[in-house]
C-alpha cells in the first residue's frame, strides 16, 4: 500500500548538519518533496526532487534520492535555530495524489 | 487573498453535532485538496477537485464526510455527526494545476476538537 516513513523526532546542536531521512513505497513516483511545517502555520514547499535525480543542492538543504532503496534524505547543512519545524517528505503517485509522511519534527538546541 | 485563507481556525464542538469548514484557494488554481493531520499520523488525504471533473473522494474515512468547491472556488467541507476521533487540524492547499510539477499552497488549517 501507499506508506511514506519517517521518524518523528530529531534534535541536533546549532552550527550542526541535520539529516531527515523518509523512505516512500511507489518505485513509478516521479517527483519527491520536502515540505516545512513552523508552529501554527500550513505547509510550505522546501524542494523538491526528479526521480531521474540522485542529489539536489539549494543553498544550505541537499537532497539525496535512492531509488533502489526508495529512501530520500534531507540534508540541512549548518542548523538554525529558525530552523526548528516538522519536515514532512512527500511523493507523487499517479498524476495528482501527493503521498506525505508522519513528519520529523526538528529541534534545534542553542 | 495571496494565500489560502481557511475558516475557522478554531473550532470545538460537541460530539454529534454538524461542523463546515471553509477553504479559499488561491484565485486561479484548479486543483484542491483536503488533508487531515492528527498528532502523529501525519498527512492523511481526504479529497481532491480539479476544475469541473468529478472529485476523487477516496480518503473520505466515512459516509459523514462530504466536500463540496462551488464554482470551481471556494470549498465546503463538512462533518456529520461529529465523533472524538475526528479531532484533528484540517488543512487545505491549492494548486496551479495539480499535476507533477504542481506545488502545494497550505492553508493554515482549521483546528476541530470534538468533545
Known amino acids: 500500500g501507499e506508506d511514506v516513513e519517517q521518524s518523528l523526532f530529531l534534535s541536533v546542536r546549532e552550527g550542526d548538519s541535520s539529516v531527515i531521512n523518509c523512505t516512500y513505497t511507489d518505485s513509478s513516483s516521479t517527483y519527491l518533496y520536502w515540505y516545512k511545517q513552523e508552529p501554527g502555520a500550513g505547509l510550505q514547499l522546501l524542494t523538491y526532487i526528479f526521480s531521474n535525480m540522485d542529489m539536489k543542492q539549494d543553498q544550505r538543504l541537499t537532497v539525496l534520492l535512492n531509488k533502489k532503496d526508495k529512501h530520500l534524505s534531507l540534508r540541512i547543512a549548518d542548523t538554525q535555530t529558525g530552523d526548528s519545524a516538522i519536515y514532512f517528505c512527500?511523493?507523487?503517485?499517479?498524476?495528482?495524489?501527493?503521498?506525505f509522511g508522519t513528519g520529523t519534527r526538528l529541534k534545534v538546541l542553542a | 487573498g495571496a494565500g489560502v485563507s481557511q475558516s475557522p481556525s478554531n473550532k470545538v464542538t460537541e460530539k454529534g453535532k454538524d461542523v463546515e469548514l471553509r477553504c479559499d484557494p488561491i484565485?486561479?488554481?484548479?486543483?484542491l485538496y483536503w488533508y487531515r493531520q492528527s498528532l502523529g499520523q501525519g498527512l492523511e488525504f481526504l479529497i481532491y477537485f480539479q476544475g469541473n471533473s468529478a472529485p476523487d473522494k477516496s480518503g473520505l474515512p466515512s459516509d459523514r464526510f462530504s466536500a463540496e468547491r462551488t464554482g470551481g472556488s471556494v470549498s465546503t467541507l463538512t462533518i456529520q455527526r461529529t465523533q472524538q476521533e475526528d479531532s484533528a487540524v484540517y488543512l487545505c492547499a491549492s494548486s496551479l494545476s495539480g499535476g507533477l510539477d504542481g506545488e502545494l499552497f497550505f492553508g493554515e488549517g482549521s483546528r476541530l476538537t470534538v468533545l
Open positions: 484565485s486561479g488554481h484548479t486543483a
Open positions: 512527500a511523493e507523487m503517485t499517479g498524476t495528482y495524489k501527493y503521498i
